[in-house]
Nanobody
């Protein structure tokens, strides 16, 4: 599986950005997909995940710090996962990474459960 993230940039506080992550892989629709972020000098943190729970049902979850502001979604036909970010704050500044877990671990919020990572895209929010 290869992941290609894009969409980062510089935005003022209160602004919006949409990140995209295009994946290779024939069974993308069943993968757990997630976004993590890492700010300078800090550990990598969970941001959001979308995981397949069977049929056409997907479960989404978010870190408390982004609930109500960020939305994760996926387009299985395009093998792409998105992160729509609104009401951005300076503390959202980080390198954002998408990740894929074909094994669909229930611990989707743990980075170590993900086998594949994108290259990261920088998001900078100015005050």
């Amino acid at each position: 599986v290869q992941l290609q993230a894009s969409g980062g940039g510089l935005v003022q506080a209160g602004g919006s950005l949409r990140l995209s992550c295009a994946a290779s892989g024939r069974t993308f629709s069943s993968y757990n997909m997630a976004w993590f972020r890492q700010a300078p000098g800090k550990e990598r943190d969970f941001v959001a995940a979308v995981r397949w729970t069977g049929g056409s049902v997907y479960y989404v979850d978010y870190a408390d710090s982004v609930k109500g502001r960020f939305t994760i979604s996926r387009d299985n036909a395009k093998s792409t996962v998105y992160l729509q970010m609104k009401s951005l704050k300076p503390e959202d500044t980080a390198v954002y990474y998408c990740a894929a877990d074909p094994d669909r671990s229930p611990s989707y919020y743990r980075g170590r459960e993900y086998d594949y990572w994108g290259q990261g895209t920088q998001v900078t929010v100015s005050s």
